[in-house]
């Protein structure tokens, strides 16, 4: 049976120890969905938004948070990111985002690709939240990861096809 992988023998909380573990490429991908109603929709694609267009200061965002998870999940090993690459597009009920996270290193980046879909999804929020504070965000989970020793990962399509996302599993 597999086991928590933060905590030590006596039950405290650890950070795990990678140190012995070998470098290898790997990367994850997370997707979200920022849900709202037609007419926010329609302002977004207008683009008319005083803060400037949500969907690429998300994009932004998304990135920028993905590069400091460790600073926001207290025991993530800081990583150096290879590639970042954040998308947000508009969908029939809101924003669709989707990240992918890669590094060569000892430890995986799922964390780092789900920090960075949040914080789009919250930019996305407060972008558009003077339009309507009903604004919903859902879906967030991870679709997809490889390398390391748990080998791949990935989210049946049936799953990852709830959040009325463009990622599917491949």
Not at 44 to 73: H, Q
Not at 80 to 101: F, H, K, P, R, Y
Not at 123 to 148: F, H, P, S
Not at 155 to 169: D, G, I, L
């Amino acid at each position: 049976m597999k086991k928590l992988s933060h905590y030590s023998e006596s039950g405290n909380v650890k950070m795990v120890d990678v140190s012995t573990k070998p470098l290898t490429t790997r990367t994850a991908v997370a997707c979200g969905l920022v849900k709202m109603t037609p007419a926010v929709v329609r302002a977004v694609k207008r683009l008319r938004n005083p803060k400037g267009n949500p969907l690429e200061i998300a994009r932004i965002a998304g990135i920028a948070a993905a590069k400091r998870t460790s600073e926001w999940i207290p025991l993530c090993h800081p990583l150096l990111l290879t590639n970042i690459d954040v998308t947000a597009s508009l969908c029939q009920n809101g924003v669709e985002l989707q990240s992918t996270v890669t590094t060569t290193g000892q430890t995986g980046v799922e964390m780092e690709a789900l920090v960075a879909v949040a914080a789009a999804a919250l930019t996305v929020y407060d972008m558009c939240k003077a339009l309507d504070k009903a604004i919903e965000i859902t879906g967030i989970m991870l679709v997809e990861k490889t390398g390391g020793k748990s080998g791949h990962f990935r989210r049946p399509a049936v799953v990852a096809e709830k959040t009325n996302s463009k990622v599917r599993s491949r």
